[in-house]
C-alpha cells in the first residue's frame, strides 16, 4: 500500500487535488434505522458485473435514480430491477447531509437525485474504476462512511495504474469529490476483520450524485 496522507485544515482535509475529506462529520446513528428501512423495501443484492461475476460488494439504492449493474453494462435506472417498483426516495437527512458536505467543500447548491448504498461484508473489496455514468461531471460527489474501517485509494492522474494515496475511512467520514479528482481511479481494499458497534461486522458507503 502506498502512504498515508492528509494536508489537515480545521477538519477539513484535501487527500489529493478535488477530493475533501470532513472526518466523523455524520452522525451513524441517526442514518443507519434509515438505511434499514430502505432495505426493507429494495433489498440488499449483489449485482452482476457486465463479465457475468457476482460483484463482492451488496448494493441498493435511494433517490429518483439508482445505480445497477448487469450482463448490459453499468447505469442508472429509475426502478429497482428487482421488484419493479421505484426507488425508496431519498431520506431528507441523507440529501441534507449531502447539500452541507459539499457546500462545505466548497460547492454551494449542490442536490443529490441518487444515492447508492454499498454493504461490505468482511473480506469483501472494490477493485479500481472510475465513476462515469452520470451524465455531467462538474457535480461534485459526496461519499460518507458507516461501521467498520476501510483503505480507501485513489489515483493522483486520471489512469488506472497511477501513483496512489490511501486514506483510512472510519464511521462517520464525509468524502466530497469535485473538480480535478472526479475522474481519478479509486477503490476500496479487503476489510478487515472486526466488529462495529452499531454495524456489527459491516462497513456501509453512501455515495450521493447528481446522475440525471
Ligand atoms: C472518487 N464507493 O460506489 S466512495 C462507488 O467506499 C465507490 O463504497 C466507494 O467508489 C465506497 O463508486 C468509495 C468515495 C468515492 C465516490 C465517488 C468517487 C470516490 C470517488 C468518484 C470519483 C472519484
Ligand atoms: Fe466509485
Redesign the pocket.
Known amino acids: 500500500m502506498s502512504d498515508l496522507f492528509a494536508a489537515v485544515a480545521g477538519g477539513r482535509e484535501e487527500v489529493r487535488d478535488g477530493?475533501v475529506l470532513l472526518r466523523g462529520y455524520a452522525d451513524s446513528i441517526r442514518l443507519l434505522p434509515l438505511i434499514a428501512a430502505i432495505a426493507d423495501s429494495a433489498p440488499f443484492r449483489r449485482m452482476a458485473t457486465p463479465g457475468g461475476r457476482a460483484m463482492s460488494?451488496a448494493m441498493t439504492n435511494c433517490g429518483a435514480l439508482g445505480w445497477i449493474s448487469d450482463a448490459r453494462g453499468y447505469r442508472y435506472e429509475a426502478t429497482d430491477p428487482l421488484t419493479g417498483a421505484p426507488w425508496p426516495p431519498l431520506p431528507v437527512p441523507f440529501a441534507a447531509l449531502a447539500t452541507a458536505a459539499a457546500a462545505a467543500a466548497g460547492f454551494a447548491g449542490f442536490a443529490a437525485d441518487a444515492c447508492?448504498i454499498?454493504r461490505?461484508a468482511v473480506g469483501t473489496r472494490?477493485t479500481a474504476?472510475?465513476?462515469r455514468n452520470e451524465t455531467d461531471f462538474a457535480h461534485p460527489?459526496v461519499?460518507v462512511?458507516l461501521g467498520l474501517p476501510?483503505a480507501?485509494f485513489?489515483t493522483l492522474d486520471d489512469r488506472r495504474g497511477g501513483r496512489t494515496r490511501s486514506v483510512i475511512?472510519e464511521d462517520g467520514d464525509v468524502?466530497v469529490?469535485g473538480g480535478p479528482?472526479?475522474?481519478?481511479f479509486?477503490?476500496?481494499r479487503e476489510i478487515k476483520p472486526g466488529h462495529h458497534p452499531l454495524t456489527g461486522p459491516y462497513r456501509y458507503?453512501l455515495?450521493m450524485r447528481r446522475a440525471g
Open positions: 477530493m460488494v447508492l454499498n461490505y472494490l474504476h472510475q465513476d460527489i461519499s462512511s476501510a480507501f485513489v475511512l468524502v469529490w479528482a472526479r475522474l481519478a479509486h477503490g476500496i458507503n455515495t
